[in-house]
């Protein structure tokens, strides 16, 4: 039972272009979204993140959309850069659990081409 | 201030040993949790402990697998009698405390390969 969908294995983008990651989830009871990105060796680093009572969140290059009616939310990427290529998990949290028990997707790998 | 240590990298047992992976969380940390990756797939929950004490174990298998966090040292995730089926990359994550806004910090991992 895949709760978190990243249904794009991998997406291929220019340098200086936008990326969009997409990530979709079944369970309602998810209230917290993120981000983490992941390079070969080494483990997840946490990117952004946005809470269900929010419908966007930005930091710098990254801005995270979550549409709850739709459940679904993105990562956007702006502009993107040959060191943003790795892969990237969505991850959601559910109400009432542990705040570090999060609930992963498969992952995007990002290609930024120079 | 050193992040998350887990050693060692790489582990490789034969069918029906024991593996043994520790995680040293980073300084002022006293969350744990433990994550398991297989193949093609993303990293799902195993187990979340503070100092000796197992807080939620609702993603360890209900045989062969354990974990501990004891009042002095790393955490420990143990299999015993590995499978083929164990061979993952297992990672150790850490935080400071239990907030909502509250990120893991995660280590490097273990690759197990069990031949």
Same mark, same amino acid.
């Given at each position: 039972?895949?709760?978190?969908?990243?249904?794009?294995?991998?997406?291929?983008?220019?340098?200086?272009?936008?990326?969009?990651?997409?990530?979709?989830?079944?369970?309602?009871?998810?209230?917290?979204?993120?981000?983490?990105?992941?390079?070969?060796?080494?483990?997840?680093?946490?990117?952004?993140?946005?809470?269900?009572?929010?419908?966007?969140?930005?930091?710098?290059?990254?801005?995270?959309?979550?549409?709850?009616?739709?459940?679904?939310?993105?990562?956007?990427?702006?502009?993107?850069?040959?060191?943003?290529?790795?892969?990237?998990?969505?991850?959601?949290?559910?109400?009432?659990?542990?705040?570090?028990?999060?609930?992963?997707?498969?992952?995007?790998?990002?290609?930024?081409?120079? | 201030?050193?992040?998350?240590?887990?050693?060692?990298?790489?582990?490789?047992?034969?069918?029906?040993?024991?593996?043994?992976?520790?995680?040293?969380?980073?300084?002022?940390?006293?969350?744990?949790?433990?994550? =398991?990756?297989?193949?093609?797939?993303?990293?799902?929950?195993?187990?979340?402990? +503070?100092? &000796? !004490?197992?807080?939620?174990?609702? /993603?360890?298998?209900?045989?062969?697998?354990?974990?501990?966090?004891?009042?002095?040292?790393?955490?420990?995730?143990?299999?015993?009698?590995?499978? =083929?089926?164990?061979?993952?990359?297992?990672?150790?994550?850490?935080?400071?405390? +239990?907030? &909502? !806004?509250?990120?893991?910090?995660? /280590?490097?991992?273990?690759?197990?390969?069990?031949?």
């Amino acid at each position: 039972d895949q709760q978190v969908k990243q249904n794009s294995p991998s997406l291929s983008v220019q340098e200086g272009r936008i990326s969009i990651l997409n990530c979709d989830y079944t369970n309602s009871m998810f209230d917290y979204f993120l981000w983490y990105k992941k390079y070969p060796a080494e483990g997840p680093t946490f990117l952004i993140s946005i809470s269900s009572i929010k419908d966007k969140n930005e930091d710098g290059r990254f801005t995270v959309f979550l549409n709850k009616s739709a459940k679904h939310l993105s990562l956007h990427i702006v502009p993107s850069q040959p060191g943003d290529s790795a892969v990237y998990f969505c991850a959601a949290r559910a109400g009432g659990t542990s705040y570090g028990k999060l609930t992963f997707g498969q992952g995007t790998i990002l290609t930024v081409h120079p | 201030n050193a992040g998350v240590m887990q050693n060692p990298r790489h582990l490789v047992r034969r069918r029906g040993q024991e593996a043994r992976l520790r995680c040293s969380p980073m300084k002022g940390h006293s969350h744990v949790y433990w994550y =398991r990756q297989l193949p093609e797939e993303g990293l799902k929950f195993m187990v979340y402990l +503070q100092k &000796e !004490n197992i807080i939620d174990e609702s /993603g360890m298998p209900k045989e062969r697998f354990s974990a501990e966090f004891p009042k002095e040292g790393p955490s420990i995730l143990r299999i015993q009698q590995v499978v =083929r089926g164990d061979s993952a990359a297992y990672f150790c994550a850490s935080s400071p405390r +239990q907030t &909502e !806004n509250e990120k893991l910090f995660f /280590g490097s991992g273990t690759q197990l390969s069990v031949l």
